[in-house]
Nanobody, 120 residues
Framework: QVQLVESGGGLVQPGGSLSLSCAAS????????MTWYRQVPGKERELVAS???????NYPDSVKGRFTISRDNAKNTVYLQMNDLKPEDTAVYYC??????????????WGHGTQVTVPS
């Protein structure tokens, strides 16, 4: 069974840190680029960190310098280290796996999300 399972969310005070994990199973992990998204009710899902190849990361300005994405291929896991958290970081955080070639199936997999809450 193909699945992505996020963990590590919770309630953290402003300025605090959280580390999210996303464990993949049922797929060839190294054939996927990994991305973290977040979504607030009523708003579109927003990319917060992507890792598309060795050393190839991308972050929006809103999290640059505070969030770090990494992966451990031996553990089939991708991480999101979040530092200096702000109330505007409050959202459900989702893990996504996107196949790196057309031959990879399934081509796109989503996790069910983990809630991060930073009170104002």
């Amino acid at each position: 069974q193909v699945q992505l399972v996020e963990s590590g969310g919770g309630l953290v005070q402003p300025g605090g840190s959280l580390s999210l994990s996303c464990a993949a199973s049922g797929l060839t992990f190294t054939s996927y680029a990994m991305t973290w998204y977040r979504q607030v009710p009523g708003k579109e899902r927003e990319l917060v960190a992507s890792l598309t190849g060795p050393g190839r990361t991308n972050y929006p300005d809103s999290v640059k310098g505070r969030f770090t994405i990494s992966r451990d291929n031996a553990k089939n896991t991708v991480y999101l280290q979040m530092n200096d958290l702000k109330p505007e970081d409050t959202a459900v955080y989702y893990c996504n796996a996107q196949g790196t070639t057309l031959e990879v199936t399934p081509s796109n997999v989503w996790g069910h999300g983990t809630q991060v809450t930073v009170p104002s």
